[in-house]
């Protein structure tokens, strides 16, 4: 029996400002979560997802980067958290559930996350770059944060007639963004 494939909540769904609920045990469901995941990260083009950002309150997020030497980090986090963080970054973010913004937001330079992997087992990823600040940007996620409350009050006041707009339409279609800036 096929499954109905994932779909994007956006800007205005309350499912992305609730805090997620930890997963239990990581078993079969929580599996099939997280290939659906990839599989609508992917359709979407995009380098990260939060479960909630397809109607999921569940601690899982999943990401896809490729770093500044070309290595790829694929991986999805359970009940993640960071243990460690080293000093701050400002660089430019956009996200698959705010299509068409992209913005400056200050993270961690350097983090380390403990979560559960997709077979259950605890491990510790530690990263920096674009990898450090996906899994900041998804743990965000999980926690009902948006990366545009991360912004000034006169940036966010900048935003507001377009973010009204993007909470206003039905369809919640994204419009098409000039960015090259990867969106999580």
């Given at each position: 029996?096929?499954?109905?494939?994932?779909?994007?909540?956006?800007?205005?769904?309350?499912?992305?400002?609730?805090?997620?609920?930890?997963?239990?045990?990581?078993?079969?469901?929580?599996?099939?979560?997280?290939?659906?995941?990839?599989?609508?990260?992917?359709?979407?083009?995009?380098?990260?997802?939060?479960?909630?950002?397809?109607?999921?309150?569940?601690?899982?997020?999943?990401?896809?980067?490729?770093?500044?030497?070309?290595?790829?980090?694929?991986?999805?986090?359970?009940?993640?958290?960071?243990?460690?963080?080293?000093?701050?970054?400002?660089?430019?973010?956009?996200?698959?559930?705010?299509?068409?913004?992209?913005?400056?937001?200050?993270?961690?330079?350097?983090?380390?996350?403990?979560?559960?992997?997709?077979?259950?087992?605890?491990?510790?990823?530690?990263?920096?770059?674009?990898?450090?600040?996906?899994?900041?940007?998804?743990?965000?996620?999980?926690?009902?944060?948006?990366?545009?409350?991360?912004?000034?009050?006169?940036?966010?006041?900048?935003?507001?007639?377009k973010l009204a707009r993007m909470q206003a339409r039905d369809d919640r279609e994204p419009e098409p963004s000039p960015s090259a800036t990867p969106s999580f």
């Amino acid at each position: 029996m096929d499954r109905k494939p994932l779909q994007l909540r956006y800007y205005g769904d309350p499912t992305l400002r609730r805090k997620a609920d930890a997963v239990e045990t990581v078993d079969p469901e929580t599996r099939r979560i997280i290939e659906a995941m990839f599989d609508c990260m992917y359709r979407e083009r995009g380098i990260g997802l939060a479960a909630p950002q397809v109607g999921i309150a569940r601690r899982i997020f999943v990401v896809d980067v490729e770093g500044e030497g070309g290595e790829r980090t694929k991986l999805a986090l359970v009940n993640p958290e960071i243990k460690e963080k080293r000093g701050s970054v400002t660089g430019e973010e956009g996200c698959l559930s705010i299509p068409g913004i992209h913005e400056d937001v200050k993270r961690h330079a350097e983090v380390v996350f403990e979560g559960l992997n997709e077979r259950g087992e605890r491990v510790l990823v530690p990263a920096q770059g674009l990898l450090a600040r996906a899994l900041q940007h998804e743990l965000d996620h999980l926690d009902g944060i948006l990366f545009i409350d991360r912004l000034s009050a006169i940036r966010r006041k900048l935003l507001e007639p377009k973010l009204a707009r993007m909470q206003a339409r039905d369809d919640r279609e994204p419009e098409p963004s000039p960015s090259a800036t990867p969106s999580f």
